[in-house]
């Protein structure tokens, strides 16, 4: 394009019909807000981006750094919103005009339109099979223009090719017509429709989708799926192996590299880097998997690390701060919290970690907590390497186990182990013999005396 391009995005709405309190363009598309589509494709082509705000102003701005904003003081329509931002615009060049509730326009289909830019005014359009709803094309012996649909004739309801909401105009133009713009009954309120005019361009063959606004949840989930194909697609050409392109959720925080494996219904969120395998209906979010990890089915890692080797799950919970180091491994329905697992160590399953350190070639058995929380602080347990510690175990914080110790199973650990000793606190087994039938009689008739009261 010969003339640097400017953007004007008209986000001042707050959307009724989404039935929340949060402003329309403010939310969330696969980590990023609505708006925040539209003004990162117009980014892309390096546009110097303008955002009209009004309802949550300061939530809408904080959203979006890197752009400049103006204040529309009142809802009076798209002309008037445009016509705040006149003050910005420059004296010439082209002046690209979209919605902030429209997330699936590409860059690429700008592009094309800004290229085709010839005249005062330059709309997208595209055919639709019902056009209810829609501005409709009108195109006359010389110059188009849009009308209304609760203005079209018969004849104007049944054109198919509709107006898209996406401009672009001439500078100087605007400075000339938008002062003149006429409100309209009954809201006294004034359309951008009213610039296309004479000599106007129609840029048509578009595909309907890129400019579906969002105006409900409905609208919003559908938007989220086409997004959803469209993240996953791109990092698929880029060596990432997905089960199912549409099911996976990839936020846009989320880096992901060649050869990192995303399975069925996978949820990657945050500031994530996968490099390793994330199992499917597993959900990651501002976590590190390496290449050679193995987050396995419907885990969660949250603020966790995963070095190359480890492995975690099925139904395995990482929290913020859990560390699995090379070939550790946590198994089914294994909490980590704040915890360093180190080489080669492993809790099978069942067991909590919580600030802990696990030492090398450590073996954690099925039901050990570590009773970190002592109802005022956090404690910590250190777990030496090469020990072992019993099916059962409660390691009461803050203690310490030794290099090459064995805790027996079913032991309450009070304090420090040393080394390669073994520590067990059971109480005595006691037997009593040929008791079991009379203990079954005795239930029994507490059972048929409880009945009878009731009646």
Request: with cysteine; hydrophobic share 45%; net charge neutral.
């Amino acid at each position: 394009m010969s003339a640097p391009l400017t953007a004007v995005v008209l986000a001042a709405g707050l959307g009724t019909r989404m039935r929340s309190p949060l402003a329309k363009v403010l939310h969330p598309l696969l980590g990023r807000p609505m708006v925040g589509w539209v003004v990162h494709a117009l980014q892309a082509l390096g546009a110097d981006v303008i955002v009209v705000v009004n309802h949550q102003e300061e939530a809408v701005r904080k959203a979006l750094p890197g752009v400049r904003f103006v204040r529309q003081p009142a809802p009076l329509g798209t002309g008037d919103a445009l016509r705040a931002a006149l003050p910005l615009l420059p004296e010439s060049g082209p002046v690209l005009v979209t919605a902030g509730d429209t997330p699936l326009i590409t860059a690429e289909a700008l592009e094309r339109l800004v290229h085709a830019h010839l005249a005062p005014a330059t709309v997208a359009s595209f055919i639709v099979h019902d056009p209810t709803g829609y501005g409709r094309i009108v195109r006359g012996s010389r110059n188009p223009r849009i009308v209304e649909q609760v203005e079209c004739t018969p004849e104007e309801a049944e054109i198919r090719e509709v107006n898209s909401g996406v401009y672009v105009f001439d500078a100087e133009y605007l400075r000339h017509a938008l002062p003149s713009l006429e409100s309209h009954a009954p809201k006294g309120e004034f359309y951008l429709t009213d610039l296309v005019r004479e000599g106007a361009t129609v840029v048509s063959g578009f595909d309907d989708s890129l400019f579906a606004g969002v105006n409900d949840r409905a609208a919003l989930a559908d938007a989220r799926l086409v997004l959803r194909r469209r993240v996953n697609r791109a990092w698929a050409l880029q060596g990432v192996d997905f089960a199912d392109l549409d099911s996976a959720q990839v936020d846009v925080g989320v880096t992901l590299h060649p050869d990192a494996s995303v399975g069925l219904g996978a949820l990657l969120g945050g500031h994530s880097d996968v490099a390793g395998m994330v199992g499917p209906h597993a959900v990651v979010n501002d976590s590190t998997i390496m290449a050679g990890a193995i987050l396995h089915a419907s885990s969660i890692a949250v603020g966790a690390v995963m070095h190359p080797g480890s492995q975690a799950g099925p139904f395995a919970r990482l929290r913020p701060g859990a560390v699995l180091e090379e070939n550790a491994h946590v198994g089914n329905f294994v909490e980590v919290k704040n915890t360093v697992v180190r080489k080669g160590a492993k809790a099978s399953h069942l067991a909590y970690l919580g600030d802990a350190d696990v030492g090398e070639g450590a073996n954690i058995g099925a039901g050990t907590i570590t009773c970190n929380y002592d109802g005022f602080s956090k404690n910590r347990t250190v777990i030496g390497a090469r020990s072992f510690i019993g099916s059962n175990t409660a390691l009461v914080a803050p203690v310490t186990v030794g290099a090459g110790a064995i805790v027996g199973a079913g032991s309450t650990i009070t304090a420090d182990v040393p080394e390669n000793a073994v520590a067990l606190t059971r109480t005595p087994q006691k037997n009593l013999p040929n008791l079991a039938e009379k203990l079954r009689a005795r239930y029994r008739a507490r059972k048929a005396s409880a009945a009878e009261s009731k009646q």
